[in-house]
Every structure is written in C-alpha cells, then in structure tokens.
C-alpha cells in the first residue's frame, strides 16, 4: 500500500498531531512538497501533503483562509501539514476552522521535526511500495507462467483472476469467448463481443477500457466492473484477445500480472501461428494425394491430424479472390475473415477442419452438416448482404471481390469429383454476381439462370436473328412455331394444334425454318440449341 496521512500520523519519528479532518486520513499520498506561495496550486498536480510555515500568508484572516482551503481542496491536495514554533506558536484558529469546513486533513508539525524528514519518510514508504509492487508482479508472472506450462490457457486465466482479485476472459480470432475464469465470468465475457470485435478492427497491439455490470449470477460477481481488453498477436490483425474485469483501476502488482499475462498468451498465439503454418502444409499434401485419386495415403499422412475428416462425408470449399484487392495499408488477406469464421467454428464445435492457401484461392475441406460449412455459409451470407447495401463488408474492404463455391457432400475416393463441383458453383456465382453458390443448389434447380451470360444472350441473338427478320416482314410467323414444335418434341398434329393451324401449314413453317437457318432440324444438337436460344430470348 501507498503512504496514507494516516501512517505517517503514526510515524513514531514525525510526532505529527491532527488539528483537522480526523476521518480523512486514510488517503494515499503521492508526494510531500513543500510551498510558502500564497497560491501554490499552479504547481500541484493533486496526491499532495503540502508542508507550510505561513510566511507569507495572513493565516489569521478567516476570508483569506477559507480562500486558501479552498483552492487547495480543489487542486487535489490530500492534506497540510502546518510547522509550528516557526512564524506562528500554534496554528491560527482560522486556518484550523477553513480545515475543518472544508474536510482537508490539517497536521501540527513540531518545529523539532524538519520537513526533510516528512519528505524522507514519504518518499521511502513510496519506494517501499513499489518494491512490494515490483516483488508481487514478479511473482505473479511465475506463477502465470507456471499455470500456462501446467494448464494451458485455462490455468493462466485462473491464476491472472486470482491476481487481480477479479475475472479474466480469452477471445479467439472471430470474438467468441474461449476461455474465463472464475467460471461466472463466461456470461460477462459473452456481454463485451461487440467491444472485442471493435478492438480487432484496430491495428494490434490495441487495447480499451470498458464499463457497465451484468447481472449478478454467482457470489464474486460483481456489478459495476471496470473491464480491460487487450488484442493479442503481433500480426495485422489480432488473432485473439484478453479481457480483464476489476472493482476498480489495476495496481502496480496487478498491472505486471496483466502485462505478463499478455506476454504469454501473445507468445502462445504465435507458436500456435507457427504449429498451424506447419498443419497447413501438411494438409496441402493430404489435398494433393486425394485430388490426384490416392485417398490411402492421404489417410496416411494426416493421421489423426485430419482422421476424423476423411472417416465421414465432407465437403469441399473453393474461395477465390482474383482480382485480389490491396488494403490501404498494401497488406491484408482476401481469406482472413473466411478462414477465421471456418477454423474458429469447427474449434469450438471439435471438428476436423483442412484449410489451405492456394495462390489467388483458398481450398477447405469441412464435415458434411458440421459447423464449419454452416460458418462459411453465414459468413458469406453477410458478406453478400453488405455488398448489396453498397459496403463491402469490411472497414479495410480485404474480402471484396471473394467469391465461394461449395461441393456436394463426398467421400476420399470422390474428393477430386467434389473439388470439381466446387469451381463449377464458384463460376456460376462469379457470373451470377453472387459471393457464395452450392453445388446442389444447381443441381436441383433449372438450368435456365445458366444462360445469363451475356455470351449466351449473344449467342441466342445471332442464331434466331434471321427468324426475326422475317417474321417482321408479315410473311409468317416462324419464331412461335418453332417453338411450339420444339415443346410438342416434333409431333405435327399436337403442335399444329397449339398454333391453331393445319399440320401441313407447320411442315411448311419448319422447311423455311431450315432454309433458312441453313441446318437440319433432325440434328438433336440443332434442336437442342434452338430449344435453349428460345428459352434464353424468352427471358431477357
């Protein structure tokens, strides 16, 4: 603890003596200095024992007393000490009654005690302090680092908790709360996401203070915290986050816990950052062996790393970036964000996740139905609702541009099939104007949203043009029976029927029809694609 008024009273060398304020003096004393100014406030800066003589002061005025009090009072100063035996035989009663109206703490000090000598004792118990400070936070940090080489991040949340006589709280990469302690402090934690998910916004290292109470949900709760967040990682961005929630503002002792508690968690983001550089260059050899139809010794090579995900259906993700867009910064991954969503939702759930960078494009395989899948689709969903809002879903803009394609549901022996449904719906959603498009959802709807493309429309165009023409000449109408013919699948009578003339009227129609368009209607790749220009004009 900090000197008070209240030790230094009972300092046996001092022999100081209350004259006012008797009930405030257990205010902590930053300083002892000493000013026979008439107005000294211009070189306080509050947290002082002010020592004075009165030399220049009229300390039996009342008016010019309280004037003086007062101006003390509200500069911050937290007592003063008045030198008896020096101007003044005993504190004038003015001054003593300008003390006590103003509640400042008044001290008597006997002329046989020099200021020096407060100075000192103020000054020795300060340092005394910080040692004590110094001492607790070295010990503090071995006894993080010991929790953390003991337990893991858990254990190192439960020993900071147990420093700072509060609760502590770790984020992973997309905001969500990995870890707290005591275990009450999830449901605080679980309240602060919006403000971690500021704090990753800003260039790491970045930190805020934060206030508010929850509810109370245990006995160590509390309601009206004060929460520090710390962002975590030496990269661009954040990869996790540390909160910690106090009574009130951190100690010296507890401000060393908190520092080294970053320290390591920092240093276990990274070694993590390394551990998964590693991992992903062992799955880019495991999707190389099943895309080259080598599922066994794919299996083989992921072991239990990736096991689990190629015991069961999964499904392949390709995430494409081109062009990649270049941050304000000339920084930034396109993929961040999709990565961060995917890995952090398959960690919580324990999933099996393989993600690998590809160049311009990002390769995952997910479990069929996992949490994984259902992350990629929400993340890309959000993604897709602010590009149409006019955003581009990100403060730094590093996912505009990503487009995603996700695979049907296959095994190792099919992973090269699903990874080629995967480009197929990532192509389709390219030219859709879309961030993210199944495979399935191609395969159980119509083939007509295909035919957008303007090459197709143009395709259409041109073979149907000469058609037009001469229906436009009045000289029949060759483009509706066309098509009534092709829906009837070349039955005469029922499409005749259709157009509500005779058969031998429709035969002369489709004879024209070829003349000229120069192609034979027996051709089922000539009625093929007249059906598709038909169903493609039909929609523009």
């Known amino acids: 603890m900090p000197p008070t008024l209240a030790s230094l009273v009972h300092h046996s060398a001092l022999k100081l003596t209350v004259r006012a304020g008797e009930d405030r003096l257990d205010v902590p004393v930053r300083w002892a200095h000493v000013s ?22 009229d300390a039996e005025d009342p008016e010019a007393m309280r004037r003086y009090v007062r101006r003390l009072a509200k500069a911050g100063v937290v007592g003063l000490g008045f030198a008896v035996g020096v101007n003044y035989e005993d504190i004038p009663k003015a001054l003593v009654d300008a003390a006590e109206e103003e509640g400042l703490p008044l001290l008597e000090v006997p002329r046989r005690t020099p200021f020096l000598a407060i100075s000192k004792a103020v000054s020795a118990a300060i340092a005394a302090d910080q040692y004590r400070a110094v001492t607790a936070g070295f010990a503090a940090q071995r006894e993080l680092t010991k929790q953390a080489l003991t337990d893991g991040p858990q254990g190192l949340l439960r020993a900071l908790a147990a420093q700072v006589d509060g609760w502590a709280a770790l984020y992973d990469a997309s905001g969500a709360v990995v870890g707290a302690a005591p275990e009450w402090a999830g449901r605080r934690a679980g309240r602060l996401t919006a403000e971690v998910e500021r704090l990753r916004e800003r260039p790491a290292p970045a930190s805020a203070v934060v206030g508010g109470g929850p509810e109370r949900s245990g006995p160590d709760d509390r309601h009206d915290d004060r929460v520090e967040l710390h962002s975590l990682g030496t990269g661009r961005r954040p990869r996790a986050a540390l909160a910690v929630g106090t009574a009130s503002a951190l100690g010296t002792a507890e401000r060393y816990a908190v520092h080294s508690a970053i320290a390591l968690l920092t240093l276990t983001t990274e070694r993590s950052r390394s551990l998964h550089a590693a991992q992903q260059r062992i799955g880019a050899a495991v999707l190389g062996m099943l895309l080259a139809g080598e599922p066994d010794h794919a299996r083989a090579v992921a072991g239990d790393l990736y096991g689990g995900l190629l015991d069961a259906p999964f499904r392949v993700i390709v995430a494409d970036a081109t062009p990649a867009p270049v941050a ?36 995952a395989l997910v479990a069929d139905g996992g949490a994984a899948a259902e992350a990629c689709a929400q993340y ?41 449904q995967a ?5 389709v959603a390219r030219r859709r104007g879309r961030v993210f498009v199944e495979h399935e959802q191609l395969a159980a709807g119509s083939v007509l949203p295909l035919l957008a493309d303007d090459a197709v429309k143009a395709f259409a165009d041109g073979l149907l043009r000469a058609l037009h023409e001469h229906d436009a000449t009045g000289r029949g109408d060759l483009v509706a029976s066309l098509r009534a013919w092709l829906s009837r699948h070349g039955q005469w009578d029922a499409a005749a029927a259709d157009l509500g003339v005779h058969r031998h009227t429709l035969r002369y129609r489709m004879r024209r029809v070829e003349e000229i368009l120069g192609r034979s209607l027996d051709d089922p790749d000539v009625r093929m694609e007249l059906w598709l220009a038909l169903k493609t004009t039909s929609t523009q």
């Open 380 to 420: 890309t969903a959000t993604l897709e609702n602010a590009r149409a809002a006019g955003g581009t879903g990100s403060e730094s803009g590093d996912e505009d541009g990503l487009v995603v394609g996700l695979s049907a549901p296959a095994g190792p022996i099919a992973a090269a099939a699903a990874y080629k």
């Open 328 to 363: 304000a910064d000339g920084g930034g991954d396109p993929f961040d964000g999709l990565t961060e969503a995917v890995e952090s939702a398959a960690a919580r759930a324990g999933e099996a996740v393989l993600v690998v960078p590809e160049g311009d494009r990002l390769v």
């Open 423 to 427: 480009e197929q719906a990532l192509s």
């Open 36 to 57: 026979e100014l008439a107005d000294p406030v211009p070189y306080m800066e509050g947290g002082e024992l002010l020592l004075i003589t009165a030399l220049k002061l």
